[in-house]
């Protein structure tokens, strides 16, 4: 017996459906892959690997290494990562966040050109005065997490990517427990991102570096997906918490 009209689009709408939500699945599993390759080889201990020695990564271990090299192509693509050959069968693969050449120097950026700065005492505690006049209000810690800090490619970028910085940092630091990327995009994108910067140029340009960089200079416990503020007592600067 046939099945009728009414029970034949039925099953056709049930087989399309179960088949989207197939494809939903894989298509999270392979962002999830791909954001997991993006974070091992951000923080694998050497900043130029091959595709091999990234699959022997702890977060890495349930992936083949084909798998591996097909997401570093993928990220290849999108420019976050760039490759080499360095030998004849060997490539070499390294983060931009990491390797990237020395930008070229602003001629405002040269010791003899640079705008004097000046501080002042403000209820007193040592605020800076920069060239244009703007107080920029201190605070030791977030200072020292930060020191060493130069991103962008010219002054003006690399002010306004340290403010963001900093307020990742500060927003840290008021909250207690681990926080990932999401808790950062909730709270602090809509109002520190730069006018047509998207969520993933400002987390992975501006403030997972940031991060980083806090990390490696002790203020922060960091991992592939968690950041936590440790703050820095043992180094002797005072919290303002």
């Known amino acids: 017996m046939r099945p009728s009209w009414n029970r034949r689009r039925f099953y056709v709408g049930f087989t399309w459906e179960k088949r989207k939500t197939v494809e939903g699945n894989r298509s999270s599993m392979k962002n999830d892959r791909l954001d997991r390759v993006e974070a091992a080889i951000l923080h694998y201990p050497d900043p130029v690997v091959t595709a091999p020695e990234l699959a022997t990564h702890d977060d890495l271990e349930d992936l083949e290494r084909r798998q591996v090299l097909d997401e570093l192509r993928l990220l290849e693509r999108a420019g976050d990562v760039e490759s080499k050959k360095v030998g004849a069968n060997a490539v070499a693969w390294w983060h931009v966040d990491r390797v990237t050449p020395a930008p070229p120097r602003d ?15 403000v209820g007193g505690r040592r605020d800076r005065v920069d060239g244009a006049g703007h107080l920029e209000e201190s605070d030791d810690e977030l200072s020292a997490a930060l020191e060493g800090w130069r991103p962008g490619r010219n002054r003006e970028e690399r002010r306004e990517r340290r403010e963001i910085g900093r307020a990742a940092l500060e927003w840290l630091r008021s909250e207690s427990g681990a926080r990932t ?10 109002s520190t991102s730069l006018d047509g910067q998207q969520e993933k140029t400002w987390w992975v340009r501006v403030v997972r570096p940031a991060l980083d ?25 005072n919290s303002s918490n």
């Open 107 to 121: 001629p405002a950026d040269h010791p003899d050109q640079c705008e004097l700065e000046e501080t002042v005492d």
């Open 181 to 190: 990327r999401s808790d950062f995009v909730n709270a602090l994108f809509e």
């Open 213 to 237: 960089h806090a990390s490696e200079s002790g203020f922060v416990n960091g991992s592939t997906r968690t950041y936590e503020w440790i703050g820095s007592e043992e180094r002797g600067v």
